[in-house]
């Protein structure tokens, strides 16, 4: 079977909550003028209740809220695939399976915590979310949430991927989302940076200091598309469907990659198979596969630092780059970011998570492979996965190793195309 | 249920031909020199033998091949919907559901027929298929389709279109097909309009004889993505489809709106219903909704007419603007076209279809509505349908009637957001 699906009752009806089973947790979030541990009253004006005690819950599961669920079956379960006619083209005696979250309405995985935390704020009285976003993927889902559960919704869209994408701002104007260009005149981070720089091209960590900054009053909150933790736990909807999906082929990965930016879409395949591996259920190994350009987990450090440009943010132990560090101008905008989700970066140091990364060249390349033989077009960020699968089915095929690799096609490309334009005319500004 | 979906195994097996219902089959193609029923020979250099026999075929079930159900099983069945939220916005007592086409690998239900038609070319050992594409939906479904089957692909894009929707040009070139804006320098009568004026808009018209005159020896063959009788039985699948789907509802329609251009989205949802009328098992109302600046059915004359501005093609009886007819500048380029299916027009004229124009500007705002209670965002061409789904259920409001809607959107919009961008400036060309 090519296509595997689940009906609407074998979707997952809880979150998976991976800290729930590590021996050990992760080091906290400090307050950067203490150095010490944050309580969740720095937290409150920024989050809901309900997504602050998710960050720091021990539960291991948690329930999918039945006006969430509701949402989620709209596109949910996504189709499992394996990707026969590319293991025909590679003549690999491994399988590849990909989950296809670009089935999503709004064409990524990022619409799965977008419902969750938009349905958490409006619970709880917000008026208006804000926002950063890199590619586009993260505002174009939080727009649709937004307007599903009657809030306002503000984005500051690195002004890089706002011109290079302008089709994601259209897309989110038609939920009525108000898109800047950051850095922005509209906040006194981004006059600073407009100052510099009039066409300054902006990062992930910019913007993030933007849309803090206009948190107000308890009725505007914020909202991040990845690295903290209850984002990644509203992920691992995937990698629970995934591994439902692969028992109907009587099949369990021998190898995950994933792309990785902030960490939300690895984080969604890899945890529900990482717990098994921590709970010694089972062997599997993952691999996160990042921009060569930026190199956050194969070249960062692991350290305390900000998660934002301005330093606005609480301190993070993890993996970075620095958070004055601006990335080059890549395609896959939603992977560049200084920092990494500190629960990945954890789990990278004790072991369980392996890490490399890709030139664009090949990465572009990859995607058209996918492309030609699957028939879907990924996005620039899930080409990194499958840049992973396809080194790893080639190894297969020099070993004769029949390994079972999973991967996650996190979103589709149809708004990536003029990306694949300047790759396709040999125009990749970063090679 | 909101999401209503189909098993692998459920899936109809076979295409379903109306004309094997009908009582009186629809006037035939005439050759232009001799006035005379055109007979198999005029068409064997244009298509697969394959193909020419499903034209005439009164076989009322044609058998879907083995290698293109294992393709259609990637996207397919597409699920159906009951449009709860676009229900309540409006306040109305009628049901509303809708088809997505637009969830298929190339984002419409083209691919439906792009993969039967490159499936008997490449039986019959063609090695290019050429043809013309409006809006680009078609050129990318073709591109695809030649692609699995390991074929060329030649595409004739018409110019206004190729500019609007830059995107649709790159998704194809991602398959290797080759695309030309048409009017093109590649064809003596793309020359022609060129000399005439050397940015020239297009039509579907003149791209049907670009792509026509590049015929050749048998290894290149012509394609056409709707308006043919071989080309809207295979999209009869969508109708089959959603008929099934309801039966799961205990739902029958009394209602069908379809956009239409040449008619295949159309016929591809409502064939199998109008099957019903006809044989007398069932009342449904089915109606054709075209843009007012492109009325061929609404103000068309039913003659005898080309089907291309060149006047290459067989005569067709048909709803003609007159085959020289240049439609305005709208952003569904998909319903562009001076002629309708001949088998349409004979529904019409028997009076199974109605038919019905509206704005544009009225178009977009149905789409901004649907986009924002479903989440989903439709194609232009799609929006016509919506149309007319929201006029019944408002209607049904207004008289208190629980009427049951469905429609298909045929495609997703996703490469059309430069054309909602202007609708949200207000900068429509054509209002």
Redesign the interface.
């Known amino acids: 079977?090519?296509?595997i699906?689940l009906?609407?009752k074998e979707i997952p009806t809880h979150y998976y909550n991976i800290i729930s089973d590590l021996p050990e947790s992760p080091p906290p979030p400090l307050n950067p003028e203490t150095n010490e541990p944050i309580g969740p009253e720095m937290l409150k004006p920024l989050f809901p209740k309900a997504l602050i005690e998710q960050e720091v819950s021990q539960e291991k599961r948690i329930e999918i809220p039945d006006e969430v669920m509701?949402?989620y079956?709209?596109y949910r379960a996504t189709p499992l695939?394996r990707a026969t006619?590319l293991e025909k083209h590679l003549g690999t005696p491994a399988k590849i399976y990909y989950k296809y979250e670009g089935?999503s309405?709004?064409?990524s995985h990022k619409l799965n915590t977008a419902l969750a935390q938009a349905y958490y704020n409006k619970q709880e009285g917000t008026k208006t979310i804000t926002t950063e976003t890199g590619a586009g993927q993260w505002g174009m889902a939080l727009s649709?949430a937004t307007?599903?559960f009657d809030m306002k919704c503000l984005v500051f869209y690195v002004r890089l991927h706002y011109k290079q994408k302008?089709?994601?701002?259209?897309?989110m104007?038609?939920?009525?989302a108000e898109v800047l260009p950051s850095p922005s005149n509209q906040t006194n981070i981004g006059r600073k940076f407009l100052k510099e720089d009039i066409n300054h091209p902006g990062s992930l960590g910019i913007a993030i200091s933007e849309a803090m900054e206009k948190v107000s009053d308890g009725t505007i909150k914020y909202s991040l598309g990845s690295v903290l933790n209850h984002v990644l736990l509203h992920q691992t909807i995937i990698g629970q469907e995934a591994k439902l999906q692969l028992e109907k082929d009587d099949e369990y990965p021998d190898v995950i990659y994933g792309c990785f930016g902030g960490g939300s879409n690895l984080s969604g395949i890899a945890f529900p198979f990482i717990g098994d591996v921590i709970t010694k259920k089972k062997k599997v190994r993952v691999v996160a596969v990042e921009p060569e350009s930026c190199p956050t987990l194969t070249k960062g450090e692991y350290k305390y630092d900000f998660g934002d440009t301005a330093e606005t943010t609480p301190l993070f132990k993890m993996h970075s780059l620095g958070s004055d560090f601006i990335p080059p101008k890549i395609q896959a905008g939603g992977l560049r970011y200084h920092g990494a989700a500190p629960l990945v970066s954890h789990l990278v140091e004790k072991g369980y998570i392996e890490t490399m990364s890709a030139k664009q060249s090949d990465i572009m390349k990859a995607a058209?492979i996918f492309?030609?033989t699957e028939?879907?077009?990924p996005a620039p960020e899930s080409a990194h996965a499958i840049k992973g699968a396809i080194d790893e089915a080639l190894q297969c095929k020099k070993n004769g190793t029949k390994k079972t690799i999973l991967i996650n096609i996190s979103g589709n490309g149809?708004?990536d195309?003029?990306g694949?334009?300047e790759f396709?005319d040999g125009k990749l500004e970063v090679k």
């Open positions: 079977m090519t296509k699906s009906s609407d509701e949402i079956k709209r695939y006619r089935a309405l709004t064409g649709l307007k599903f302008p089709y994601r701002v259209s897309y104007r038609m939920f009525d058209k492309t030609q028939g879907i077009l149809f708004l195309l003029k694949y334009e396709l």
